[in-house]
Structures are given as C-alpha cells and as structure tokens.
C-alpha cells in the first residue's frame, strides 16, 4: 500500500522534547520534497517546516525556528521533525507530505493538495 505514516505524537511537558517521524511506504521518498504541517482545533492547518529532496535546503516557520529542526534519512525512507523546547501552543495534530514537482520553499509557503498525506500524529504539549 503506497501511503505516508506519522509517528512519534503523544503527550509532552511544556519544554520537553518529541521526535516525529514520516515514513513512507510503497514508495521510496528520495525524489520528495516532505513537507510538515500542523492543524490545531478551529484553526487552519500551516506548515511547520519542509525539506529538499537531498536534505540540502530547509525551511522553517518563524513560530518553531531555533526549536524544531527536520531531517531526513532517505536509506531509512524517513523523515523526521525533533521537536525541543516545546510549548502548549504547539499542541495540534502534526502531518506530513510529499510531492515530486514542488519545492521545499514551495511546501512551506502555502499547504495545497499534494502528491500524499499522511493521516496524522497528535501532540499535545500539556503539565
């Protein structure tokens, strides 16, 4: 089954750390931008951070920078968000996509259809 997974969501102490992963299946993710999105309750979904196909360029929203950072692997077919420092308003369910023709700047600046979704991961950043 081609499909995008997320894992990696749970409940966290506001400063703590979380891992998210995005792993593919049925397809190998080295020809695609991924990009990580988030949608809390009653808001938009945004993205959160995207990366190039050779992990070589990344973007990173203003509102996560200098605490979330992602990666990826591509021999695992893995891409990954590390998530530090976090707070309560990063509580959302987190997703992550993939597409082949768009850019990581592209994935960052507006959420649209792409080539896959995953199905999502909740964070909730609570005491």
């Known amino acids: 089954q081609v499909q995008l997974v997320e894992s990696g969501g749970g409940l966290v102490q506001p400063g703590g750390s979380l891992r998210l992963s995005c792993a593919a299946s049925?397809?190998?993710?080295?020809?695609?931008?991924i990009g990580w999105y988030r949608q809390a309750p009653g808001k938009e979904r945004e993205a959160v951070s995207c990366?190039?196909?050779?992990?070589?360029?990344?973007y990173t929203d203003r509102s996560v920078m200098g605490r979330f950072t992602v990666s990826r692997d591509n021999a695992k077919n893995t891409v990954y968000l590390q998530m530090n420092s976090m707070k309560p308003e990063d509580t959302a369910v987190y997703y992550c996509?993939?597409?082949?023709?768009?850019?990581?700047?592209?994935?960052?600046?507006?959420?649209?259809?792409?080539?896959?979704w995953g199905q999502g991961t909740q964070v909730t950043v609570s005491s």
């Open positions: 990366i190039s196909r050779d992990a070589g360029t990344a």
């Open positions: 996509a993939a597409d082949r023709k768009a850019s990581a700047q592209s994935m960052c600046t507006r959420v649209r259809s792409y080539e896959f």
């Open positions: 049925g397809f190998t993710l080295d020809t695609y931008v």
